[in-house]
């Protein structure tokens, strides 16, 4: 800056420029040198700034995680609990159902007659049929329902 000054006074003596000429330059240099200043004090205020609220930033995010991990540590063991109570039940549901299953097709299996008659062929007799009115014909029964394996 001081070289600048040193260059205009020198253009004054020269003649190159005039004295006014060479006040307004002066003076212009002297507004930008303030405004130069004014930036760089704002800029470093600007920077103290962002890193201030970095730093808190970064605080509540730790925070943050201390405060949900100590939640969570609460909440496990209840989860957990409620994890392994749901398996349970899920399991208990899922063996009757397998039971119910295989009980309904050891049913089907047997063939068993519907009603307590059975007439002397095998045939299972609907029960409004006495067995001695039933008849056989071609190895089946006349009510539709299937003969009982021997």
Do not use: H, W, Y
């Amino acid at each position: 800056m001081k070289e600048e000054r040193m260059r205009i006074l020198k253009m004054i003596e020269d003649g190159k420029i005039s004295a006014e000429d060479g006040v307004m330059l002066l003076d212009a240099m002297a507004a930008n040198a303030s405004f130069d200043g004014d930036f760089e004090q704002e800029s470093r205020e600007f920077e103290k700034k962002l890193n201030a609220f970095a730093k808190n930033a970064e605080a509540f995010a730790k925070d943050c995680g201390n405060k949900m991990e100590g939640a969570f540590r609460e909440v496990e063991p209840t989860l957990r609990k409620a994890s392994k109570a749901v398996l349970s039940k899920t399991a208990s549901v899922i063996d009757d159902l397998s039971k119910a299953i295989n009980e309904s097709l050891q049913n089907m299996d047997k063939q068993e007659c519907c009603c307590e008659e059975e007439a002397e062929c095998g045939c299972c007799c609907c029960e409004d049929e006495p067995a001695e009115e039933c008849c056989c014909e071609n190895d089946g029964c006349c009510c539709d329902d299937t003969p009982k394996e021997n």
